[in-house]
T-cell receptor, first 112, second 112 residues
Framework: KAGVTQTPRYLIKTRGQQVTLSCSPISGHRSVSWYQQTPGQGLQFLFEYFSETQRNKGNFPGRFSGRQFSNSRSEMNVSTLELGDSALYLC???????????FGQGTRLTVV | AQSVTQLDSQVPVFEEAPVELRCNYSSSVSVYLFWYVQYPNQGLQLLLKYLSGSTLVKGINGFEAEFNKSQTSFHLRKPSVHISDMAEYFCAVSDSDNQFYFGTGTSLTVIP
């Protein structure tokens, strides 16, 4: 079956703009999590959605938001982009408790 | 809350030599343990997982890990590394809420 799909793969935005990233989980998976990965901070948890509800949230400012649709596809939005938002954004889906997370290939966001 | 510590940020090793990447976790409850590998500009790929049962877990690409509850460790080992094993390795735990916690990663460098 198809894996986790993230679009777009690469994105360049200017400071102050907003951006929306998309993640399609593995079919049947209801949990979708988002992570930010930077060389300095490593892999940081943004939030997790399960059945259209945000279930867990990391320590990020309100500029970072997300949502999940009824088909489990998820989007994350970053408003008022800052240079420090440049990162690889990873999405992961899982099929339930006691199972591994499956990752997409990520979206590389560059803010200039 | 859980936490994961990867004791070495970088590990250099000669080709065909054995390697051990260390991981310790802190948790007062039962957790599930994972090792992921990340190649440049890619998402994370599952190497192996421990959910229950035998404490020695075998994964892909010849890797294995041993769960040691008394030492709260889950070290990753490979008896003979190859150039193709050069990547970033992440240890992770998940809890009963399906929340994943990742270590800061270990960069494996293989010296020809």
């Amino acid at each position: 079956k198809a894996g986790v799909t993230q679009t777009p793969r690469y994105l360049i935005k200017t400071r102050g703009q907003q951006v929306t990233l998309s993640c399609s989980p593995i079919s049947g998976h209801r949990s979708v999590s988002w992570y930010q990965q930077t060389p300095g901070q490593g892999l940081q948890f943004l939030f997790e959605y399960f059945s259209e509800t945000q279930r867990n949230k990391g320590n990020f400012p309100g500029r970072f938001s997300g949502r999940q649709f009824s088909n489990s596809r998820s989007e994350m939005n970053v408003s008022t982009l800052e240079l420090g938002d440049s990162a690889l954004y990873l999405c992961a889906s899982s099929g339930g408790l006691n199972t591994e997370a499956f990752f997409g290939q990520g979206t590389r966001l560059t803010v200039v | 809350a859980q936490s994961v510590t990867q004791l070495d940020s970088q590990v250099p090793v000669f080709e065909e030599a054995p390697v051990e990447l260390r991981c310790n976790y802190s948790s007062s409850v039962s957790v599930y343990l994972f090792w992921y590998v990340q190649y440049p500009n890619q998402g994370l790929q599952l190497l192996l997982k421990y959910l229950s049962g035998s404490t020695l877990v075998k994964g892909i690409n010849g890797f294995e890990a041993e769960f040691n509850k008394s030492q709260t460790s889950f070290h990753l080992r490979k008896p003979s590394v190859h150039i193709s094993d050069m990547a970033e390795y992440f240890c992770a735990v998940s809890d009963s809420d399906n929340q994943f916690y990742f270590g800061t990663g270990t960069s494996l460098t293989v010296i020809p």
